[in-house]
């Protein structure tokens, strides 16, 4: 078959009329490339010799040239000394014909927790946002400079999957003077933030149908990852004392908890509890995964210690991030593994991480060697020991709907339970008004049956601003219909 | 009970004596903590007052208290008007007494595929590896630290989890002219590099036990992503048109292939194989991965386009990392979703990721925007289409043992293959000599049926070094007895 050369020449000088900034050569390839696919070039159809086809259009034998070989290499011609013809292609239905089919995600995906929007920094009360204009970041572009131009292209290849050994040094430091933990290096997994160490848990010590304890209401990253790896997860009851043991659930496979501050409600998980938790975890064969998200801002006594550290065989994995103590978007948590679990961890760890993002490792090192993390963190617990101080005074002084607050004596964040009233409604009323609380109910698993109120956070939000919010959401929740609480 | 004042004043004395650096109050709420958690102190004995306490000891009245307080907070102890108790805890096993118990990881962890170390970059040949050398770092550090200073602490917070809008256009913009993707920003998310771009997709698509076929060889890093969430995977063989269609084994739900390039052979896949998959995936309701890893980097014709671009209703996530044209500590890469698909993940997709690495992210921006990231890829397919063709003259002169060389006209690495040699016994030796190619049958579903041979990574090591480099692994080679192969 021969193809009138008209008309095969009549859309290719078209193609070259209209090229604007392409390139000739990637003019005639993509013009071909498309006759062929649509079947304007017949399958087995011979095409002119190329000095011909040049010739005809006007353009280099080179330029034409390297478009068809390139159309051969990828298989939409054949050349041999015999010429060039269009090669035999799968009949291909018309773009157009083929019913566009609805997409669906994975099922298991359709009941993931519904996940704050926290991109707007300027919005007040925002829970887990630290005061990131307090953070001292000409010290921090000093030492990120410092590390690129002292390192240079070191630093620019895979590094360790664990993370860089001297930012792991300088955190196991840390945790022994601050949290009572004793741990070498080698315990130490770098994490993309908190979220990361709950997905690598999972990944490492559990399988799709196990069942995963988590505290109700609790986190919602943890719950999401639970369920994106097809996991059961269980609520369990928290109270004064934290997390409250209910062995009449199935067994879990894995708990997760925040015993230095439960999150939303501030309980600091009693000894007892924490005994036989350990206990019971033992007993279970289950990991007990310690999220310890912001017990550094703790403003009466000591900072509680973590469970990790309680006793030597626990089975435990701690959960530290800098998200809360440094900045969010620096994405550096860190999890600490029990050294018998290291040493299992260690020969898979690099098929799951591939290490990186060295010079804000390093600088992060730097940043606590010097001392600049302990300055901040002390800085920042003054700061915000003020701040809840602050917003516990505009909670008395300007809610006047019943309420009661809760959030322990650190943190970020205070919560108030609003009884009889739609929490969800609320926030969607204040992003009006640039104030962006959470909704207790939807930290449970089950919003229909959950305690309503708000989650106040204080660590982005200057005191000054706390009269005004609070008025404001007291004025949204004398105005919206009581929902079902 | 009663608590004996020697015995309680003597082993807190003990402590403070041996305090160092720590506060009196720390000491003193360890040593106490200590001595609950071992039974030293009995459950419900009584503690004198605090002021005899202080007293007896030395310290401030307020020290003393406050070591009490933390320790009623955890619920060590219990405080009311008649006095300080210690608090009932479950009965512990002494620590020294629990035997160890034995830590076993998921059982499908078991099967990884074993991951090359690649943390030394002063290895010879290392695959996968860009010549981080080359790369603009003074560029770089300038454009990170003017993003850093310009923007300040707007940074620092959350940001849109599917990544920055500028830099997500900025990829839109350069895959529109490279690669003959046409999407807008919504399509794009930002991940870290590929490997989590495998992640996400196993996870927003599919559910453990479903079949995931891999190119075989292939990337080690998809099969234990699939493997690690419970996938079954299936190797396809892989030929000059790249992976073939196998129809007989189970349909799967998800298709990972590298079409462009295919790792580690170096195949196009054809053009009629492309559409063929692509009907395939439609039929079946599976999903094809592109990974699309480096094919930027191509020494004859254009770039191949990518399978993305060929079909409006192709059922394929293309997969595209900055780790080969940039560097690879800078975890950043891209998945591009069908638009259809884009509107089912938009829903989800802050429950699975946080934004974050906001500077390095605007910075990229900048540096595609600029035109530094077009030059890079110019200057540096001029270098390593240079190292390509030294290597392949120094194979030439100096590898006498019969060998094959395979791997495309493009990339960072060429593969040698073979026959009747042990490739794994080669680079272990080869180490010693500060040289690190992969071994080919370690990229096989299952090494005993594999073919034998070597993966030459010319990224990251200069032309000079080819002659002796070679030499050496002859000589190893020649001198290494057969083994299976």
């Known amino acids: 078959v021969n193809i009138p050369d008209e008309a095969l020449y009549g859309f290719l000088q078209n193609a070259l009329d209209e090229r604007g900034a392409q390139t000739r050569q990637r003019v005639l390839y993509h013009a071909l490339q498309a006759a062929i696919l649509t079947g304007k070039l017949q399958p087995q159809s011979r095409l002119p010799g190329s000095r011909l086809m040049a010739e005809a259009l006007g353009v280099s034998r080179n330029t034409m040239n390297a478009a068809l070989e390139q159309l051969a290499i990828e298989g939409y011609l054949t050349r041999s000394r015999q010429g060039t013809t269009v090669a035999i292609l799968p009949s291909l239905p018309a773009t157009s014909n083929v019913s566009c089919q609805p997409v669906a995600l994975a099922s298991r995906l359709r009941q993931l927790p519904s996940a704050s929007r926290r991109d707007s920094p300027a919005l007040q009360l925002t829970p887990g946002l630290p005061a990131t204009?307090?953070?001292?970041?000409?010290?921090?572009?000093?030492?990120?400079?410092?590390?690129?131009?002292?390192?240079?292209?070191?630093?620019?290849?895979?590094?360790?999957?664990?993370?860089?050994?001297?930012?792991?040094?300088?955190?196991?430091?840390?945790?022994?003077?601050?949290?009572?933990?004793?741990?070498?290096?080698?315990?130490?997994?770098?994490?993309?933030?908190?979220?990361?160490?709950?997905?690598?848990?999972?990944?490492?010590?559990?399988?799709?149908?196990?069942?995963?304890?988590?505290?109700?209401?609790?986190?919602?990253?943890?719950?999401?990852?639970?369920?994106?790896?097809?996991?059961?997860?269980?609520?369990?009851?928290?109270?004064?004392?934290?997390l409250s043991l209910n062995m009449t659930s199935a067994a879990p496979t894995l708990i997760f908890t925040s015993p230095s501050h439960q999150y939303p409600l501030g309980a600091v998980m009693s000894a007892s509890r924490r005994l036989a938790l350990l206990d019971y975890a033992r007993q279970q064969r289950a990991w007990i995964i310690e999220d310890d998200y912001d017990s550094e801002f703790r403003y009466s006594g000591e900072p509680v210690p973590a469970m990790l550290g309680m006793r030597d065989s626990a089975r435990v994995v701690y959960l530290g991030t800098f998200s809360k103590t440094l900045f969010p978007s620096l994405r550096i948590g860190f999890m600490v593994l029990p050294s018998a679990l290291a040493g299992?961890?260690?020969?898979?760890?690099?098929?799951?991480?591939?290490?990186?993002?060295?010079?804000?490792?390093?600088?992060?090192?730097?940043?606590?060697?010097?001392?600049h993390y302990a300055r901040h963190l002390a800085a920042m617990r003054r700061l915000y020991r003020k701040r809840q101080q602050a917003l516990r005074d505009a909670l008395a002084s300007e809610m006047r709907v019943a309420h009661q607050v809760r959030g322990g004596k650190g943190g970020l964040h205070l919560t108030v339970i609003l009884k009889g009233v739609n929490d969800y409604a609320i926030i969607g009323q204040a992003r009006r008004y640039q104030i962006a609380p959470g909704a207790l109910s939807r930290l449970y698993l089950d919003p229909a049956t959950a305690q309503h109120g708000l989650i106040l956070g204080y660590g982005n939000t200057s005191a000054s601003l706390y009269p005004g919010a609070i008025r404001t959401l007291n004025r949204l929740i004398e105005q919206t219909p009581r929902g079902q609480a």
């Open 344 to 371: 299992a961890v260690n020969p898979v760890i690099a098929s799951l991480l591939r290490g990186g993002h060295r010079p804000e490792q390093l600088a992060l090192a730097h940043f606590i060697e010097e001392g």
């Open 133 to 242: 204009n307090y953070f001292p970041l000409p010290v921090w572009r000093r030492l990120l400079d410092t590390v690129l131009r002292r390192e240079g292209s070191l630093l620019l290849g895979y590094g360790d999957p664990a993370g860089e050994p001297r930012l792991r040094g300088a955190i196991a430091r840390h945790l022994a003077l601050s949290r009572g933990i004793h741990c070498d290096v080698s315990q130490i997994v770098i994490t993309e933030g908190s979220l990361e160490g709950v997905r690598l848990c999972t990944q490492l010590l559990s399988q799709a149908g196990d069942v995963a304890w988590v505290e109700d209401p609790g986190y919602p990253g943890a719950k999401s990852v639970f369920m994106t790896a097809g996991l059961q997860v269980t609520g369990v009851p928290v109270d004064e004392e934290g």
